[in-house]
């Protein structure tokens, strides 16, 4: 297996990849919605709202939180998640600042 050679990239590109790679599975995307939707921390089981075992789910949580995404915390016997604000503004500016950029059509294929 080659070097992934991330070294050769900016810090904006390489998180830009982490993130994308974060939100790249449809699961996660529906996790994300349904924070997003419920603005205040969930402590219930997403079992209830998502059609995936909670071991599924419990894996694509532990994926969102590693790039940081989202948060959570421990609650007696279960833990509370919701979306980490900083770091969303963070990932949306910089996935808006890709997709503003303009297309060069000159000469295209």
């Known amino acids: 297996m080659g070097v992934t050679k991330t070294q050769n990239f900016t810090d904006t590109q390489n998180q830009l990849a982490a993130y994308a790679k974060a939100i790249a599975h449809p699961a ?3 996790i994300l919605q349904y924070l997003l939707k419920q603005q205040t921390c969930i402590c ?30 421990i609650e007696g016997t279960s833990v509370c998640y919701c979306i ?4 969303w503004e963070q990932a949306k500016d910089i996935l808006l600042n890709l997709f503003t950029l303009p297309i060069a059509t000159k000469n295209c294929c």
């Open 44 to 73: 219930s089981n997403l079992v209830e709202e998502l059609p995936l075992a909670q071991a599924t789910i419990s894996q694509h949580l532990k994926e969102l939180k590693a790039v940081g995404l989202i948060k959570g915390e």
């Open 84 to 87: 980490n604000e900083p770091v």
């Open 28 to 30: 996660r995307v529906a």
